[in-house]
């Protein structure tokens, strides 16, 4: 099956700081999400990015399908941007994501 | 739009009891729902797939029999874990998909604690 790998696992970040997190997999997808689990478990949809470029305030996101990765931009960082961040894809129509392992942020203030 | 309710949000229960989570779209109709388990500070490891009036497709050593799966409807699908044991215990999350889109949105997961 495809695989999903996320860089770096854990990033320390001071407030206003920007970070890249980024996902390879190992196949095409046709479906490709970022989430942020909050501390109570909740997944977020950031992004639904199986190619190209998005925006959302201080967050972005790119894939580049053909190369396999996708990367997540966060500018400005603060301290409610703590948790996880979490890549899933997807290469069949209608499949269930398969989950990287993640990127743990922690923000100080 | 595109919500996803799960209920109970929590659940302890005695082992050898079982337990039925439900998984609900509330605003779309979702032909197809999955079901994921997340141990602590692991990522999410699919279980089961649920496709609306048909059987669930289970993954590879999960035990179909244990973990039931009905999708009886376009926005409901349930998990139920039959016999519970402390192993069991863990966070389980629900996705739909939104019938004739790729995007997926998850529940709010329920964590069962198994005593």
């Known amino acids: 099956g495809i695989q999903v790998e996320q860089s770096p696992p854990d990033l320390i970040l001071q407030e206003g700081a920007n970070s890249t997190l980024r996902c390879n997999f190992s196949?095409?997808?046709?479906?490709l999400q970022w989430f942020h689990q909050n501390p109570w478990g909740q997944l977020i949809n950031l992004f639904y990015i199986p190619s190209g470029t998005k925006q959302n305030g201080r967050l972005s996101a790119t894939t580049v399908a053909t190369e396999r990765y996708s990367l997540l931009y966060i500018s400005s960082s603060q301290t409610t941007d703590s948790g996880v961040y979490f890549c899933?894809?997807?290469?069949?129509?209608?499949?269930?994501?398969?989950f990287g392992k993640g990127t743990t942020l922690s923000v100080s203030s | 739009g595109a919500v996803v309710s799960q209920h109970p949000s929590w659940v302890i229960c005695k082992s050898g009891t079982s337990v039925k989570i439900e998984c609900r779209s509330l605003?779309?109709?979702?032909?197809?729902m999955f079901w994921y388990r997340q141990f602590p500070k692991q990522s999410l490891m699919l279980m089961a797939t649920s496709n609306e009036g048909s059987k669930a497709t289970y993954e590879q050593g999960v035990e179909k029999d244990k973990f039931l799966i009905n999708h009886a409807s376009l926005t409901l699908s349930t998990l139920t874990v039959t016999s519970a044991h402390p192993e069991d215990s863990s966070f389980y999350i629900c996705?739909?998909?939104?019938?004739?889109?790729?995007?997926?949105?998850f529940g709010p997961g329920t964590r069962l604690l198994v005593l």
């Open positions: 996705s739909a998909r939104d019938t004739g889109r790729e995007t997926q949105y």
């Open positions: 899933a894809v997807a290469n069949q129509a209608g499949t269930a994501l398969i």
């Open positions: 196949d095409s997808v046709n479906n």
């Open positions: 605003d779309f109709q979702a032909t197809t």
